[in-house]
């Protein structure tokens, strides 16, 4: 499963007042289409997951992080660096 979600930009994740992440998309690669099994080393799979931000989100640069982890299980799937994520993107919200 892949998992991308919204961090502060320390690159720490943003928790909602429920204790869950504020802002992520967590589903299967390609929506099922492109499971890890048929992925190649050193090879691309381009996999969009829209994410929705909250119209209380303050001004600010934040980070995605995207990790990957086992349905079954939740075990994470470590980066070639070993942490359990990877920060792909920042973004810059003005009001």
């Not at 050193?42 to 931000?53: E, K, Q």
């Not at 075990?75 to 359990?84: E, I, R, Y």
Request: proline letters at 7%; glycine letters at 14%.
């Amino acid at each position: 499963t892949v998992s991308v979600f919204l961090m502060d930009e320390n690159g720490n994740p943003l928790f909602g007042t429920n204790g869950g992440l504020l802002v992520q998309n967590d589903s299967y690669p390609m929506r099922g289409d492109s499971p890890t099994s048929g992925w190649t080393v050193g090879g691309y799979v381009f996999d969009a997951h829209p994410l929705r931000l909250p119209d209380a989100l303050p001004a600010g640069t934040y980070r995605f992080g995207v990790k990957l982890y086992t349905y079954w299980d939740g075990a994470v799937l470590t980066a070639p660096d070993g942490s359990a994520y990877q920060v792909v993107g920042t973004l810059v919200v003005e009001k």
